[in-house]
């Protein structure tokens, strides 16, 4: 199978502060992870492309400085919101990309709810 | 540019009922993949088809069932005797070269499916 974790499920903290989610592929190798914002209702957008190895690409209008990506191993991509503000409360999900067998898909992770009080 | 167009915003149906949820795209690619992803309350993205912009056999996969058209531009997705579980927003997607490396992912709207018992 394709298996894709994250963690926390559920995060509450202070504006101010800044939160850490994790994304592990555990079953596979990815090179390249996605990070998504969803609001309620709404679809997927698509906040940045991380690379094992290499520097996060952002789609435009996405604060790099605020929303720190480290891709350090080929498991595992973590995303920071820095000094966390109530509009950045939102649904935040990642994707692993999965390239055995030529299958090129991405496999989501359960997704993160950050609440910014 | 590439898009994906469900315009299904909310469908209803009573259990055991068939419906077919629709999906048109544009892209200028000629290799390119379509996608059908589940997302049920608890939010997790649970990915259900992926179609080769080469092959246009049609699929079917116990209750689902994909309808890919290329002269249409549509990939259309049928669920045959309903049931409440089938309940939650399907996302259609499509996937694109970005700078000739990671292939991302543009997502529908969504289409939210209510099965009724």
């Known amino acids: 199978g394709a298996v894709v974790s994250q963690h926390p499920s559920r995060v509450i903290c202070k504006s101010g502060t800044s939160v850490k989610i994790e994304c592990r592929s555990l079953?596979?190798?990815?090179?390249?992870m996605f990070w998504y914002r969803q609001f309620p209702k709404q679809s997927l957008m698509l906040m940045a492309t991380?690379?094992?190895?290499?520097?996060?690409?952002?789609e435009q209008g996405v604060e790099k400085d605020k929303f720190l990506i480290n891709h350090a191993s080929l498991t595992l991509s973590t995303l920071t919101v820095t000094s966390a503000h109530p509009e950045d409360s939102s649904f935040y999900i990642c994707?692993?990309?999965?390239?055995?067998?030529?299958?090129?898909?991405?496999?989501f992770g359960p997704g993160t709810r950050l609440t910014v009080l | 540019a590439q898009k994906v167009t469900q315009a299904q915003t909310e469908i209803s149906v009573v259990e055991k009922e068939d419906v077919t949820l629709d999906c048109v795209y544009e892209?200028?690619?000629?290799?390119?993949?379509l996608f059908w992803y589940k997302q049920p309350p608890s939010g997790e993205l649970v990915f259900l088809i992926r179609?080769?912009?080469?092959?246009?056999q049609n699929e079917i996969s116990g209750r689902y069932s994909w309808n890919f058209q290329k002269s249409t531009s549509s990939f259309n997705f049928t669920i045959t005797a309903s049931q409440v579980v089938d309940s939650a927003v399907y996302f259609c997607?499509?996937?694109?070269?970005?700078?000739?490396?990671?292939?991302?992912?543009?997502f529908g709207s969504g289409t939210q499916l209510t099965v009724l018992p």
């Open positions: 991380s690379n094992e190895g290499s520097k996060a690409t952002y």
């Open positions: 994707s692993a990309r999965d390239l055995r067998g030529g299958r090129d898909t991405q496999y």
């Open positions: 079953d596979f190798q990815a090179t390249t």
């Open positions: 892209t200028r690619d000629t290799t390119y993949y």
């Open positions: 997607a499509l996937s694109y070269d970005s700078s000739g490396s990671a292939r991302q992912l543009t």
């Open positions: 179609r080769n912009s080469f092959d246009e």
